[in-house]
């Protein structure tokens, strides 16, 4: 007959059955490892112990660290104590061999658990370590005059990851062999608790990491499951679909992922779905549109790659894209601007050739004048002929600034007529007029008068286009002085104040901002260069130009142009009127060569011709030896299959290192012509050019040298 247990001793297993079955909900409900830590203490405190700690090793930074345990009075207490782990042997995590026999008939434990319990007083009186370092030795029973201690290793996967330490020290107690066995049974579900947190935080940093990594990320990401259900969204994807994470969870992706094709607009296959039957990965056509939930429609690419677990089945798929919106706009304004260059080299040929028989026409008729009387009949139509070809100019002007010419070739000028006459230039043909207000004591500038030519002429029409009923516009100037306190981007001095009033629909104002940036237009028509190149133009005169607008009330252009007052004395220049010099001309048009002979020859000067760079090396040379020297050159930039000016002029200084030399050329966007001194030559004039400017420039290169 088996003896049954008295009633006391099963209310005392009942109870410790309960007390085991508390702290196990208790340490296992814990959100974080330092929570679980406190309740271990806790528990260990409520078992009757006098002192306990729970410590977790930190490998990363050689510690191990107490998170929570109890003071010398036995009071609970978070701590942050910290021992180094620098001598832990290169065979750590060993143990001593001990027969489980031996501590299970001894102590009552079972040897194959986490917990190696030693009796100092045993004759297995030897050092045991699942840890690996000492002191303290986790996974020991130690027993002195002091009271009895244990500590047990908490492993995770074989790896010693903290200990759990228990005393009573401050009763000086012996622990006895119920309080053992409750401790080896509660001590291992604290031991599994704390591994099973540590790894739920590890996991948890590790997702963090995955969402900064995913919130890092330039492109958009997706993730479903196998159903094609939203798990994640990153905010790239969020911007782009106009869908918060939140709301589009658990969606299915064809709800928050609209993709059409650009140009027949119908929906893109399921191509998710091919990537999850397929296993591979799966791009999306050139040309797609995600259609957003703001009904925004953004040009993306990207791909579906199908997501695999371990064992390498598939549980989803990842999409991932990116807005090629401004990588499509980046590459059309490159085609523009190659196409642009490729009129504009067209552009500048026809300037150049068209400026050479300008400058014939016109030559030639004011020679015509020069022979007859002011009051004879053809005397008025050479004139108007010659204010004809002047306006011909203009026009060649125009396309050597398309072609997007080089620096500006500065003249001292005055401003009140080439305003004047390029508005009225630009006003032909249209139902717009024109109030002039321009005073006559106007400062000159020293300008391109070709280039700002064309910035009034941009401007212009632009104010007609925003008149389409008709009216009237205002163009005035007047002088003014600029300080730092005017908060202007310009330089202190004196300028030229420059404004082109319109009446019309105005420009709304979250465009101010971008109406000088290339291809920028709300025009349905145009190319959105006018105002880029008036600003452009406008900045390499060191200017600066501005616009004011209102809705429905109109636009005011401001430019500011620097003052110039330094002027050649016309009675320093008449000195030379009587002067006789002996000047080589190059060009290989011959209607050039005979009209500058002719214009030259007219006002006294003894003119001599050549083809090219060649020959007129060769006869400087030869003259040069004769003592026959010129005191002047005049040559063309480019002669098609010859030596141009540019290479001639540096034989020519090897020659000669005094030689004046005059550039000419129809290509007035060349940097030669902005920049001649550089070039070796002393003066430029741009074909087509009047009588009177070459007779001027050759008495002003004279001068400067004389």
């Not at 798990?231 to 609209?258: D, Y």
């Not at 398309?402 to 249209?430: H, M, Q, R, W, Y």
Request: proline content about 4%; glycine content about 8%.
């Amino acid at each position: 007959m088996v003896e049954e247990k008295p009633k006391i001793e099963y209310e005392e297993e009942i109870k410790r059955l309960r007390l085991i079955m508390d702290i196990s909900r208790k340490i296992n409900s814990q959100p974080t490892l330092s929570d679980t830590a406190r309740v271990i203490v806790e528990s260990l405190k409520e078992i009757g112990f006098d002192r306990a700690s729970v410590w977790v090793c930190d490998p990363n930074e050689d510690v191990i660290c107490e998170l929570w345990g109890t003071d010398i009075n036995g009071n609970i207490c978070k701590s942050e104590k910290e021992n180094p782990i620098d001598s832990i042997p290169p065979h750590h995590g060993y143990t001593i061999d001990i027969d489980p026999a031996i501590l299970k008939d001894k102590l009552g434990i079972d040897g194959n658990s986490n917990i190696v319990f030693l009796n100092k007083d045993s004759e297995e009186d030897k050092f045991a370590s699942v840890w690996g370092y000492h002191p303290p030795s986790p996974g020991f029973y130690k027993r002195d005059e002091n009271g009895d201690n244990i500590c047990i290793c908490v492993r995770d996967r074989d790896k010693n990851v903290g200990m759990i330490a228990v005393d009573n020290y401050i009763t000086k107690r012996n622990i006895d062999e119920t309080s053992a066995n409750l401790f080896s049974i509660v001590g291992a579900e604290m031991a599994k608790a704390l591994a099973n947190v540590a790894l739920r935080e590890s996991l948890f940093a590790e997702k963090e990491r995955l969402a900064v990594t995913l919130r890092s990320i330039g492109d958009g990401v997706i993730v479903t499951d196998v159903n094609e259900n939203i798990l994640l969204m990153n905010a790239i994807a969020e911007k782009l679909t106009g869908w918060a994470e939140v709301s589009a969870l658990g969606k299915p992706l064809r709800e928050i992922f609209q993709a059409i094709d650009e140009k027949s607009g119908k929906p893109i296959d399921d191509l998710t779905e091919k990537a999850i039957k397929t296993g591979e990965i799966v791009q999306f056509p050139d040309n797609t549109i995600l259609l957003a939930k703001n009904d925004e429609e953004i040009l993306i690419s990207d791909s579906i790659a199908p997501i695999r677990d371990t064992k390498g089945n598939i549980i989803g798929a990842v999409l991932v894209f990116r807005d090629e919106t401004e990588k499509r706009k980046i590459e059309e304004e490159l085609i523009k601007a190659q196409k642009l260059d490729s009129i504009g080299i067209l552009a500048g040929g026809i300037a150049h050739d068209f400026n050479n028989m300008l400058t014939g026409i016109l030559g030639n008729i004011s020679l015509a004048r020069m022979y007859l009387d002011p009051n004879d009949k053809a005397f008025k139509r050479l004139e108007d002929a010659e204010r004809a070809t002047m306006e011909a100019r203009k026009l060649t002007q125009q396309l050597l600034t398309f072609s997007k010419g080089g620096a500006p070739i500065l003249k001292v000028t005055s401003i009140k007529e080439l305003l004047i006459d390029s508005t009225n230039f630009a006003l032909k043909g249209s139902n717009v007029k024109c109030k002039f207000l321009i005073p006559d004591n106007l400062w000159s500038v020293e300008i391109d008068g070709g280039q700002i030519s064309q910035v009034i002429n941009n401007i212009v029409i632009n104010a007609i286009q925003a008149m389409p009923s008709g009216g009237t516009i205002e163009v005035g100037a007047e002088n003014i002085t600029i300080d730092l306190e005017d908060c202007l981007p310009l330089k202190s001095g004196k300028y030229v104040k420059i404004y082109i009033k319109d009446y019309g629909i105005g420009i709304p104002k979250k465009y101010l901002q971008r109406i000088f940036d290339p291809y920028f237009t709300t025009k349905q028509k145009g190319s959105g260069l006018g105002l880029s190149t008036a600003y452009t133009i406008i900045k390499k005169h060191d200017g600066h130009i501005d616009v004011e607008s209102e809705l429905e009330v109109g636009s005011t252009f401001y430019i500011y142009l620097p003052a110039k007052t330094e002027y050649y004395s016309e009675e320093l220049t008449r000195q030379y009127l009587n002067d006789k010099l002996r000047i080589l001309i190059v060009d290989d048009q011959e209607i050039i060569r005979d009209l500058v002979q002719a214009i030259l020859g007219n006002v006294g000067h003894e003119v001599f011709v050549a083809e090219g760079g060649d020959q007129a090396i060769n006869l400087y040379k030869s003259e040069l030896e004769n003592g026959r020297k010129f005191d002047l050159i005049i040559m063309d930039l480019t002669i098609p299959g010859e030596m141009g000016g540019k290479e001639a002029i540096v034989k020519l200084k090897e020659l000669d290192p005094n030689v004046k030399a005059i550039v000419s050329s129809g290509y007035s966007d060349d940097p030669v012509m902005s920049d001649y001194e550089h070039y070796g030559f002393d003066g430029c004039i741009v074909k087509p050019y009047k009588n009177k400017d070459l007779i001027e420039i050759v008495q002003n290169v004279m001068l400067r040298k004389g």
